[in-house]
């Protein structure tokens, strides 16, 4: 099965960037849906954004729309989420996600990695 490693979390303030990236051991992403998702203390998990490996296209959440970016790396076999404008309000734990096909929400998302933590200060 695909195995998912997040890096990149840390602490940054608000206004800052971040860029996190996803890899994948075992097998490469092509043919795979990639997604990132991010869950608050105490808050419910939420779709962050996704990326087709193969054709590139993208899709992101209203809250991170112009601030976020999605993209691929096909020489590493890596997915990035490059984070601009961070607000304390980005603060959760972030994971990788992927899958075959397109799942109506995080739950149908069969692979994941174990998180990186992203904290932003006010």
């Known amino acids: 099965q695909v195995q998912l490693v997040e890096s990149g979390g840390g602490l940054v303030q608000a206004g800052g960037s971040l860029r996190l990236s996803c890899s994948a051991s075992?097998?490469?992403?092509?043919?795979?849906?990639v997604g990132w998702f991010r869950q608050a203390p105490g808050k419910e998990r939420e779709f962050v954004a996704a990326i087709w490996w193969n054709g590139g296209s993208t899709a992101y959440a209203d809250s991170v729309t112009g601030r976020f970016i999605i993209s691929r790396d096909n020489v590493k076999n890596t997915v990035y989420l490059q984070m601009n404008t961070l607000k304390p309000e980005d603060t959760a734990e972030y994971y990788c996600?992927?899958?075959?096909?397109?799942?109506?929400?995080?739950?149908?998302?069969?692979?994941w990695g174990k998180g990186t933590l992203v904290t932003v200060s006010s």
């Open positions: 075992g097998r490469t992403f092509s043919g795979y849906y």
């Open positions: 996600a992927a899958d075959q096909s397109v799942g109506s929400s995080w739950r149908a998302w069969d692979y």
